[in-house]
């Protein structure tokens, strides 16, 4: 008898425990996207289309959301400051589309030409989060902020001339939206694409994150990785064993800007179009509540946060708009998705144990 | 020899104001070559000026407090440009007009900001030492509950009568709601015409007051507990001090004032863009606010009137300047974007890299201090 | 005692914001005053309108009317107070004759027909509520435009 009653509360208590280690919002988040699922055949709603569609913006949007993982292990927090990446990219696909490449080889090509400006962003951005330890989130949202509207000035500037790309009548300027058709659309999906009934697997775009993501594992594996973790989760630690702190935050931002930068063109090959301007403004905030959702925390992330973190997050995106238009002909996707992505980043900077760094 | 001492001593002190005042310094010198470049002339700049002194000067008097509590930039103002908008909303629906209609929404407001600035310090007080990015994703947050009552509840739960602020299907306010019936009536009661510059003298009088307001606050109790907190928590906790409570209190008070600023503010512009007023509104006070040499732990009223001429000077000269330049006036447009942008990066990164260095000053000092105990 | 006596101060602020905001609510409602200008039947019998009427509110003239044609003015509270300078005949005498209206707090625009009240007939018969005609161009849906960034003025 008495020892039934010790295991019935062990085992409350270990609910609890397994409750408060998974996070009351995540628990919420999760069960809410279950509902949703579980009610898209009554009301309605292709439930293989669903999927479909979920696993498309996830394919889209989680190298993106990856590109928070080296910043978070090194214990610079979240980056905010994804927009800098993104711009990067924007670059690479811009140059790339001017210098006349098509096809899968302008996709290559984008990546190639992004990456030495978001090497040499990510330098200089890992050089200022190095002089401002411990206010890096605010200031990085800033700098990303700063990065987009000073680049808004430049699309305007810059010597563009491919008709594909700029205004028609100016015969200048870049066009706030730029089709990829001839480009690189869709040229990670419809490669190796499966397709089961009304199931379409994204395939190549799945793999080349799937490859990314290994290459992240991998590296964090290594002698490096393992000290960009231990900087994150243990500075003094790290200091006294001799690794070089600063040295190791600034390759960490510098994987993060690059990640940032391929992952806005893997997005856009799944989108179809490049979007300028004031449109990588709020791209970091979904990014970061994906992996939050996914269980990382603001000092602490892993490849399987992104993974669930991304799906859970895109799957809330997808499901609600059409979910709820069926059931109650309101469309409150958009303000949901405001309320669930920055509530959860508000629980995760007033977590207790974080705050004190 | 000591006139020369003098002179250096007078130098370095130059050296050090500068440095200190970078920021206005910057803008002043913008200003300066943007001004000639837009063409203005001086009246309209200047009545432009005015205008907007007295439409944007008690929004950012609001951000004051919370600096003074050492709470840093309040990007939860918005809180209480929302709780304004919501009040404006229900009383231009309610047809009261003019003065008594903008004081009612004051009134409406106040529960409104009251509770969102209760949460906000709240939510403020679990997440110390990172108050900044976190009261700015409380802004976003809140936007979207703001969106939620906003979008769906008026019209469907909350009354609302007139099609001309509900949508046609019935529930949610349109994009703009109109505020004629009470547009500019503060600013043009007892307002003057000086040399064909309009001074709205009530407006300037509510300002003049709530400054005072809050000179008075500093020497009270209440102002004393929050500098106390502000300088160092843990010491006032010593001192007995209710360091969570003076801290909540100071982001109530700020997102009231914040509530009270966009209604004078929005009563000047004249109708209400319901969903984008109050998104930007924090950001671009913030800004002016920089501009005027304040920084993250230290803000000044003087700061404010400063900022709130060279920040709208810019804003004003800017695109027309950018357009003679380039041939395009979104140049302009874009670049005053980035500069209020950097404007706050740059004061960002000035105030931690100061902190940074006090700190490891310290850690010097207690370095020796120890060296000479352990001697 | 002390307390006590705080808790008073407290619930006496409160008590006043809600009496200010009473108060602002029964003075400051707005109202839309249309005048019009035109024929009225009652009972069975038709009163044609006079020639041309000014009508002034709060000593501004706001509407200059002949037969049939209506005028607006806004009033904000209820006792609405105006002059109306009235000529019969073409050429005619002008006459001028003040009015004192109440409105009807919960009515947002109202009609007053001036033969009607020139000729004192009961209120019910003079004043009407002003009802909006919905045009078609209304029941377009808008889209709503919720971008959290806007290059927009200040």
Redesign the interface.
Known sequence: MSENVWTSKSLSDRLRGAVASFGLPRLIIAGFLLLLFIMAPFVGVNFFTQITNTLNRFSWNAVMVLAMVPMVHSGCGLNFGLPLGIVSGLLGATMSIEFGFTGAMSFVMAIVLATPFAVVLGLGYGWLLNRIKGGEMMIATYVGFSAVAFMCILWLLLPFKSPNMVWGLAGKGLRTTISLEGYYDKVLANFLQVRIGDLVIPGGTILFFALLAFAMWAFLHTKTGTAMTAVGSNPTFARASGINIDKIRILSVVMSTWLAAVGILVYQQGFGFVQLYMAPFYMALPAVSAILIGGATVNKASITNVVIGTFLFQGIVTMTPTVMNSMIHMDMSEVIRIIVSNGMILYALTRKSEAIR | MSTKNQTASFGAKLGRLARDNSVPIMFILICAVCIPLAGFSGGYLLNEIIT?MG??TFLILSLLIPIMAGMGLNFGMTLGAMAGEIALILTAD????????V??SM??S?PLSVGLGLLCGK?LN?????E???S???S??I???Y??VV??MMGSIIPIA??SIK???GY?I??TVSLL?MRQCIDNLWAIRVGGVKIPVLTFLIIALLCLVILWFRKTKLGQDMRAVGQDMNVARDAGVDVERTRIISIVISTVLAGFGMILYLQNMGNI?T???H??IGM?CIAALLVGGASVDKASIGNVFLGVSLF?LM?IVAPAAGAKI?G?S??G???R??V???V??VA??M???K??RAKASLGRQLELEQKGADK | MNKSRKWLFRAGALLLLILVALLMLWIGRGHTVYFDNKTIEHQGVEYKPPYKVVVRVNGEQVAKLNARERGMATWIGQNFKMELEVTWEKKGEAVVRSFTQKLPYNMDGIVLNLPALLNDFPEEVYLSEFVPVATEAEEVEEEIITSEFELSDL
């Open positions: 907007r439409r944007n309610w047809q009261i007009w003019g003065i008594p209609g004081v009612l009134i409406l106040i939510i679990m997440a110390k030492g990172r900044m990015v976190t700015y994703i409380v976003y947050f936007n979207g509950v969106q939620l979008l769906y007139h099609s949508l046609p299907r949610g349109r994009n019936n863009s969903y984008s007023s998104s930007q671009f709208h804003f380039t395009d979104m140049i447009e874009y670049f974007v980035f209020s942008y950097g706050i990066t960002l990164v105030y931690e890299t902190k940074r």
